[in-house]
């Protein structure tokens, strides 16, 4: 069984870093991502990586956010730079063994966590 925990949300002004952290218990799936969700909005794929290496952004994110893991301590993060107020979602770590390992995946995926706010004011 895999778990996942966020943490490292919160709020910033535009222009501003967050990193995000996901603790991934059981085992690393080979997919794990991160998704987005803001009220009135559908989710939205933001960076994912397949088998440790093979990564995808979205394009609104490209050359601001960062997907990476450290195997060592069974954790992925989003380095989040250059914030701006349309990033304001609930971020979700997910995981899935299974499936499209892309921003652009429409299925759920198996393995979801609790979530974690991040706020950018203008």
């Known amino acids: 069984q895999v778990q996942l925990v966020e943490s490292g949300g919160g709020s910033v002004q535009a222009g501003g870093s967050l990193r995000l952290a996901c603790v991934v218990t059981?085992?690393?799936?080979?997919?794990v991502a991160w998704f987005r969700q803001a009220p009135g909005k559908e989710r939205e794929g933001v960076a994912t990586i397949e088998n440790h290496s093979v990564t995808t952004y979205a394009d609104s994110v490209k050359g601001r956010f960062t997907i990476s893991e450290d195997n060592a301590k069974s954790t992925l993060y989003l380095q989040m730079n250059s914030l701006k107020p349309e990033d304001t979602a609930m971020y979700y770590c997910?995981?899935?063994?299974?499936?499209?390992?892309?921003?652009?995946?429409?299925?759920?995926?198996?393995?979801r966590g609790q979530g974690t706010q991040v706020t950018v004011s203008s």
């Open positions: 059981g085992y690393i799936p080979r997919c």
């Open positions: 997910v995981a899935d063994p299974w499936g499209l390992c892309t921003v652009r995946r429409r299925s759920s995926f198996t393995y």
